[in-house]
């Protein structure tokens, strides 16, 4: 019930400033010296003028991704929702976005966005925001949408003030296309400018210790997790070790379980404590189930590479008892089956696109204190949950009844003691959000 309060409480919260463009520093490195760029990209990032009048939710980027706009305390830019809201049409009433929002500190250093890996670069990413649905807008809507965004653009001469600045040109002798796409480009650079600190315990455990933070160019993920553990064992053996507060010995185990039997390091690879890529953990498995009943989504007909129409919108929903064909099949609607990193040497399309089933994108582990709920479906709260609901999910996966099934999720084997030691760790990556402001 509390839990209820605080997101309604939320709810009021957002809406009541929905119409509200406030200014504020980002959480940035190197916050003193921020370009004009920077700054019309913060204010873009902000207004909720972009969004369709036919809703009844006025929403901005920062509506889903916040830091400190909310009652409920700080964020890693994103909300408290298990989906973020968008909203209602009279043509699509639904309330509930897709996916759960992430974070989106060090969105700049990755190579694709969303989930799924929808777009290829942030100036696409906020291209499609701003004429999709999280602004409320619908499938087909998108020249209306972007025709409302040029409007904002070239009716407040606020903006034209600030594309002087950052870009010395004039908005009102600019095409549609060259002023959307310069205002895309000032937001991709706000965003670029939202890094973590890796100022946390277990980075301040790292640097006094001497121990590597990344893997050296062309080490492989595992090749890093056997060094790194092998370092860790040499100086505690030679009573070596320093422990510090934030990363105790209990943190200490975990970091050890987390690089050993956890299997966790091989796809959360440090200093992002992510591998940027795709795989099929069995949550939409799990989701699709939880309504349908068990073994329906590995009964499910999923086309194959030859009739399959990607994106699907079919397969680009979150499941419902009234629409059983719907389901969330993450990357495989977006994956290139000719150029993709993924493709096994001599796989087919076929084989290929049937193994990208599922799959979504490896989240960051940083500052989890401040992005919870998790998973792309926001169904989980605690650490606790995490490594319980991994260590049933990979008991699954070993019995084989995880359809398509990462092979890293077979190789996870969490105990139950090691439930607590990995939640110390997982804490240990959270920064002082604090200090940002």
Not at 162 to 173: E, H, M, P, S, W
Not at 232 to 258: I, N, V, Y
Not at 311 to 331: A, M, Y
Request: net charge neutral; with cysteine; aromatic share 10%.
């Amino acid at each position: 019930m509390l839990k209820r309060v605080l997101l309604f409480t939320a709810a009021v919260f957002w809406l009541c400033n929905a119409s509200v463009i406030v200014w504020r520093a980002p959480l940035a490195q190197g916050r003193s010296v921020q370009s004009a760029v920077v700054r019309l990209g913060e204010q873009l990032f902000r207004d909720n003028r972009f969004s369709t009048s036919e809703g009844d939710l006025p929403a901005s980027c920062s509506h889903c991704h916040l830091y400190d706009e909310d009652p409920q305390g700080l964020r890693a830019y994103a909300d408290f929702f298990n989906r973020s809201w968008v909203s209602s049409r009279s043509q699509d009433v639904r309330r509930l976005e897709l996916r759960n929002s992430p974070t989106i500190l060090d969105v700049g250093e990755m190579p694709r966005l969303h989930y799924d890996g929808e777009f290829a670069s942030l100036e696409d990413l906020v291209k499609g925001t701003w004429a999709g649905r999280p602004m409320g807008w619908l499938p087909g809507e998108e020249a209306k949408a972007y025709a409302q965004t040029h409007k904002v653009l070239t009716q407040d001469a606020a903006y034209h003030t600030q594309f002087k600045a950052a870009f010395d040109v004039d908005v009102l002798t600019l095409s549609r296309e060259n002023t959307i796409n310069l205002a895309a480009k000032a937001v991709a650079e706000f965003m670029r400018t939202l890094k973590s600190r890796r100022t946390s315990p277990y980075d301040q455990f790292v640097r006094a210790n001497g121990l590597p933070e990344a893997p050296a160019t062309g080490e492989s993920a595992p090749a890093f997790a056997q060094k790194l553990l092998a370092q860790l064992s040499a100086r505690e053996s030679r009573q070596e070790l320093k422990l510090m507060p934030g990363f105790d010995s209990l943190a200490l185990q975990g970091l050890k379980a987390f690089l050993s039997t956890a299997n966790c390091a091989v796809c959360h690879v440090p200093p992002l404590f992510t591998d940027q890529s795709y795989h099929n953990l069995g949550i939409s498995q799990r989701e699709y189930d939880q309504i349908h009943g068990a073994g329906k989504f590995a009964a499910l007909s999923i086309p194959g590479a030859t009739e399959a129409k990607r994106p699907s919108r079919q397969f680009r929903e979150f499941p419902t008892r009234k629409n059983p064909s719907d389901v969330d099949l993450g990357h495989w609607n977006f994956v290139d089956l000719k150029t993709s990193p993924l493709r096994r040497a001599g796989e087919s399309d076929e084989r290929f696109l049937q193994r990208m089933i599922g799959t979504f994108k490896t989240p960051t582990l940083r500052n989890l204190n401040y992005s919870q709920p998790y998973l792309h479906d926001g169904s989980l709260h605690t650490f606790e949950d995490l490594l319980h609901e991994f260590k049933r999910l990979s008991e699954l996966a070993r019995a084989g009844q995880i359809r398509e099934g990462d092979d890293e999720l077979a190789r996870i084997n969490i105990a139950e003691s090691d439930v607590a030691p990995l939640a110390a760790f997982l804490q240990s990556l959270n920064e002082d959000l604090k200090k940002y402001r």
